[in-house]
């Protein structure tokens, strides 16, 4: 799956739009690789998301084209 469409859908990020758009920008990172918006991502891979206010690293556990709201945090793991 697509690292923005997986943003979007894991609701890390609200839009898919704003995912391409820090990918494009450099601040997605995949198992220590800058990613492009089209970049694939498989459970097991670690994400890096930078934001303004710091970091989020966490670990695709799942990857599924559609999940409700309650269960997409199941689709990854925060990692400290």
């Known amino acids: 799956m697509r ?6 859908i894991s609701r890390i990020l609200k839009r898919r739009t704003v995912a391409r758009e820090a990918a494009d920008a450099g601040k997605i990172l995949i198992n220590g690789k800058e990613a ?4 694939r991502v ?3 891979d670690v ?11 966490f670990r695709v ?7 409700k709201k309650e ?5 990854y793991e925060v990692i400290a």
């Not at 690292?3 to 979007?8: H, M, V």
């Not at 269960?71 to 689709?75: G, R």
């Open 61 to 67: 556990l799942a990857v599924r084209e559609f999940v």
């Open 42 to 44: 498989k459970e097991g």
């Open 71 to 75: 269960e997409a945090q199941s689709l």
């Open 36 to 39: 492009k918006p089209a970049s």
């Open 3 to 8: 690292i923005d469409k997986f943003l979007k």
């Open 47 to 57: 994400v890096e998301l930078q934001y303004a206010s710091g970091t989020l690293r």
